[in-house]
């Protein structure tokens, strides 16, 4: 059985990781508190020259902790962007708020011209989104929010280590957050940061971040078993029908988690939000945090590949330009093509899978119920053109650059 390419099945884990989890699993009283907690925020502040760095058990945690902080509520509203993810938005509908949908430039970011036409008496909010870990417009939009005293957040979940005119992406927004989850920049299964740039909100997101509890346990657990049985008996079976119906099962017994439930895409948030990060998760966090530049130098070694094969091909277009004033980090090295449906087969067929929930609808997942996170259909076309055309390329660690040129080679027919 030839090797599996994947997108976002653990795509970030080596053996070190698997080990480290495995060790851990044995050490349960090592799971919920421990110094490695605070070793993980102050190696996070000082890594990226953040003012502060606290911890939440995920991306959906940190963005509830920066709502509370800016006391947004019922009948508020939070502009964000089409093209993203259900995760992004139903901390915003849990806390009684409104997501705003604004249409996307070139890059898959929020288009600045278009955010004007929607602010209202109700906006207390713009979120950016840097997608796939290329920064967003953030001198127009920052300028946008400080003309209409409105709060920025930056989306940060993609791009941990991208770069704005030589400063971090995360340190512009009044609080941004970060996440650590199974295909994310870096990764402890679940697991996030918030940053706070405006001092009035730092108190405030120190006190919500008192008030919650610890995840279970048995939550725990199934964080740390993740990278052990999908390395261990899941991936090496993947391309056959044993390997998918040993990860339907972990799923469906509750052995392991679910990115995204069922609840979620009717705009629900499991009860497991918001919770502080767990020590388990934060020295797996640590582990790879250890390792990013060399993750993200990888990644762009593979995305500049990708680039010089695809890029004088007129049936693909490149999304991500070079710009001189933004380093990204490429998460994903995402492409548009003719037939996205036959190219996802004809990759399927060699092994490869690239369907990574971010196609067919404008809020991912594709099961999201789109009225029920406020999005109406035709309100952002362009969006909604980009998803029946995107493929996402994988650059990951685990992707050789024999595994690229196979991708490649796929691609083109």
Known sequence: MSKIISLSLSP??????????????FSPLKWKEGKEIKELENTFKNKFSFKNAFSFNSGRSSLIAILNSMKISR???????????????????????????????DALNIDSKK????ITAK??????????????????IKKICEDNNIYLIEDCAHALGAKYKDRYCGSFGDASFFSFGRDKVISSVYGGMVVVNNDKLTYEVIAFKEKIEQPSSL?????????????????????????????AGFLNLSILSKAVTKQENVGVLPNYFPKRMPNGLATLALNQIKKIDIM???????????????ERNDRFKIVFKKDDN?????????????????????????????NDGWMESVVAPPKTSLDKVCYFVGSCPRA??????????????????????????CLIG
């Not at 993200?296 to 695809?310: D, F, K, T, V």
């Open 75 to 105: 009948g508020d509203e939070i502009i964000v962007q089409a093209f993203t993810c259900n995760a992004a938005v139903n901390p915003i509908i849990s806390v009684g708020a409104k997501p705003v949908f604004v249409d996307i430039n």
């Open 219 to 247: 939550w725990i657990l199934q964080q740390l078993l993740h990278p052990v049985l999908m390395n261990m008996f899941v991936l090496p079976l993947y391309g056959s029908i044993i390997g998918k119906a040993l990860l």
């Open 296 to 310: 993200n130098g990888h990644r762009e070694e593979i995305a500049e590949l990708y680039r010089q094969s695809l």
């Open 123 to 140: 906006t207390k909010a713009v979120m950016i989104q840097h997608t796939f870990g290329y920064p967003a417009q953030i001198d127009e």
């Open 326 to 354: 933004i380093k990204p980090v490429f998460l994903k090295f995402p492409v548009l093509v003719y037939d996205q449906k036959r190219a996802i087969e004809r990759m399927r067929e060699n092994n490869i899978y690239l």
């Open 12 to 25: 970030n884990t080596q053996r070190d990781d698997i080990s480290l989890a495995f060790n851990i699993i």
């Open 115 to 118: 955010i004007k036409e929607k």
């Open 384 to 409: 909604e053109k980009i998803v029946k055309a995107i493929v996402s390329l994988p650059t990951h660690v685990n992707i050789s650059r024999y595994d690229a040129e196979k991708i490649i080679k």
